[in-house]
């Protein structure tokens, strides 16, 4: 290890030695150009070729420093997982591949810092028994997961404007006491600036509207008579009854939100109605989601029994376009997509 350390020393000062050279040389080629401008080309042109072939020779000793250089460092985040100084900043001049997503490359870069916006926090925070191991493959599976992401936006017509992070942003300094105690607590808790931040919200913007254009989602209202659980034959036939009776004036003409007002036990809908909002997969009972998504816009479903109770359902929308759940789609797509791991966390 420390042998790798004092290579890349030896390389930097090597490396500036040249510099040095070549910015001598373009001070060198000034000074012939207005010399030329003079009428003194001719007896010139020696010294332009000797400086030309200098240059030739730091050029290729140049590129092949660099090479070796690119090289060894790659080594040395590839086999020997080094997280140094040295390998994080050439990690931002050369984009060594993290892993790569249906053509779509996640950098080391971008991976080193998200795990050091993670372990500042954790280290700020003063907490103990981080798996850091389980850490690495979460933030790992993040970014696979921001550019298959990325890849079906284009698909799906999804975009996030700058005045959507804008807006968002602001969002965050109003509820946060204001922009400067925003930046410094980025700062002391993650070791964030505005720009790493804002492209933060941006994936979480990007999920976001992917979330409500994708996956098939309801809005539904219903009625419930509630039956708790162990309840005897006779209390569920008894909400049974009811529900029956109010689905009988359904079909008569009544109103479902005047229905639901008077006759739903859902405290939290209700008071609206019987309004659910829209919904997706995964976020109702499963029996509840089953009828949901099964009845026809604008259709009352039949009574039926969940773990809650008796229902009726009326569906008012219907939007999206892959019935199942946003997380099951994005794991359909992760095994579905060619993803080549070029760093084993």
């Not at 870069?109 to 389980?134: E, L, M, P, W």
């Not at 109003?174 to 993650?190: A, H, M, P, R, S």
């Not at 209700?270 to 009828?291: R, V, W, Y």
Request: overall charge positive; aromatic content about 10%.
């Amino acid at each position: 290890m420390e042998k790798i350390k004092l290579f890349f020393v030896v390389a930097w000062q090597f490396i500036k030695k040249i510099v040095q050279i070549v910015w001598r040389f373009c001070l060198q080629v000034a000074g012939l150009i207005k010399k030329i401008r003079n009428g003194e080309a001719l007896e010139l042109h020696p010294l332009v070729g000797i400086w030309a072939n200098r240059l030739f020779k730091g050029i290729f000793v140049l590129t092949l420093l660099i090479f070796a250089f690119g090289t060894a460092v790659g080594i040395a985040i590839y086999k020997y997982k080094i997280n140094d100084v040295v390998t994080r900043v050439t990690a931002r001049v050369i984009p060594y591949p993290a892993t790569i997503v249906q053509g779509r490359i996640v950098t080391m870069d971008s991976y080193y810092r998200n795990y050091q916006y993670i372990t500042k926090f954790y280290s700020s925070t003063q907490q103990t028994g981080v798996d850091y191991g389980t850490v690495k493959q979460q933030i790992m599976d993040q970014l696979v997961d921001n550019e298959v992401m990325k890849s079906q936006a284009k698909k799906y017509g999804v975009t996030v404007t700058s005045s959507d992070i804008t807006n968002a942003y602001s969002d965050v300094v109003t509820q946060n006491g204001g922009e400067d105690e925003v930046k410094k607590v980025l700062n002391d808790l993650y070791g964030l600036n505005v720009a790493d931040f804002k492209q933060l919200i941006a994936d979480q913007i990007l999920q976001q509207k992917l979330q409500d254009a994708v996956p098939v989602q309801v809005r539904a209202s219903h009625i419930l008579i509630r039956v708790d659980q162990g309840a005897t034959d006779k209390q569920v036939a008894d909400a049974k009854t009811k529900i029956d009776k109010v689905a009988a004036d359904l079909k008569s003409g009544a109103d479902f939100v005047a229905e639901a007002k008077q006759y739903s036990e859902d405290t939290g809908s209700a008071t609206n109605g019987g309004d659910l909002g829209f919904f997706s997969h995964g976020q109702m009972d499963p029996d509840f989601e089953k009828i949901a998504f099964t009845t026809s816009v604008g259709a009352l479903s039949e009574p039926f029994k969940t773990q809650f109770g008796w229902h009726l359902v009326k569906v008012l929308e219907k939007k999206g376009q892959v019935d199942t759940s946003f997380a099951d789609w994005l794991t359909s797509l992760r095994k579905d997509s060619l993803i080549l791991k070029m760093l084993k966390v």
